[in-house]
């Protein structure tokens, strides 16, 4: 059974950085591409980014709201895609899901707030 | 971007009744591959969300076959044959074709 853990989430100050990790099981972690989305409280959903497979240059996509602040990557060797997220702000807060097409993890809360 | 259009946002259906939630895109949605990449989402209170349909007309796996997708270009509609107790949420659709992927603002479905 494929099974994604977000972890990381938490309270943060805007302009500070946290970083969220996606941890997976049941299934080759390497072979398939990885993405975020997001859920801020009471709102819909919206994508955050993505990250290919080796087999597919490992590359990275982002949203325009994140792009040149969040930064995904990957652990193949540990079965965890991470997103990194720099400069917070309050609009970032939200609840933050990792998926692997079509599993959605349980989503981890993140709040920027002084 | 692409934008996602549902109507209506708010749904009250009675149990055992049917329900369509439409779904339309500002632009066609058809893939230089041929296909459409129309995806429908379930979400449930106080849970993740759950993809029940791909390609506007595929059914995930364990998705009960109430549910159904269809529609072409750039309208796209959502179908619960005869609505149950634990199809409350939110739906929402969600382009794949266009980068980047885009929601529509979802659609509440409640029992009367």
């Known amino acids: 059974e494929v099974q994604l853990v977000e972890s990381g989430g938490g309270l943060v100050q805007p302009g500070r950085s946290l970083r969220l990790s996606c941890t997976a099981s049941?299934?080759?972690?390497?072979?398939?591409?990885m993405s975020w989305f997001r859920q801020a409280p009471g709102k819909g959903l919206e994508w955050v980014g993505f990250i290919r497979s080796k087999a597919y240059g490992g590359t990275t996509e982002y949203a325009a709201s994140v792009k040149g602040r969040f930064t995904i990557s990957r652990d193949d060797s540990k079965s965890i895609a991470y997103l990194q997220m720099n400069s917070l702000k309050t609009e970032d807060t939200a609840v933050y899901y990792c998926?692997?097409?079509?599993?959605w993890g349980q989503g981890t809360l993140v709040t920027v707030s002084s | 971007d692409v934008v996602m259009t549902q109507s209506p946002l708010s749904l009250p259906v009675t149990l055992g009744q049917p329900a369509s939630i439409s779904c339309r895109s500002s632009?066609?949605?058809?893939?230089?591959?041929?296909?459409?990449?129309l995806n429908w989402f379930q979400q449930r209170p106080g849970q993740s969300p759950r993809r029940l349909i791909y390609k506007v007309s595929n059914r995930d796996s364990g998705v009960p076959d109430r549910f159904s997708g269809s529609g072409s270009g750039t309208d796209f509609t959502l179908k619960i044959s005869r609505v149950e107790a634990e199809d409350v949420g939110v739906y929402y659709c969600?382009?794949?074709?266009?980068?980047?992927?885009?929601f529509g603002q979802g659609t509440k479905v409640e029992i009367k």
């Open positions: 969600m382009q794949g074709t266009h980068w980047p992927q885009t």
């Open positions: 998926t692997r097409d079509p599993t």
């Open positions: 049941g299934f080759t972690f390497g072979d398939y591409a």
């Open positions: 632009q066609s949605l058809v893939y230089s591959d041929g296909n459409t990449y």
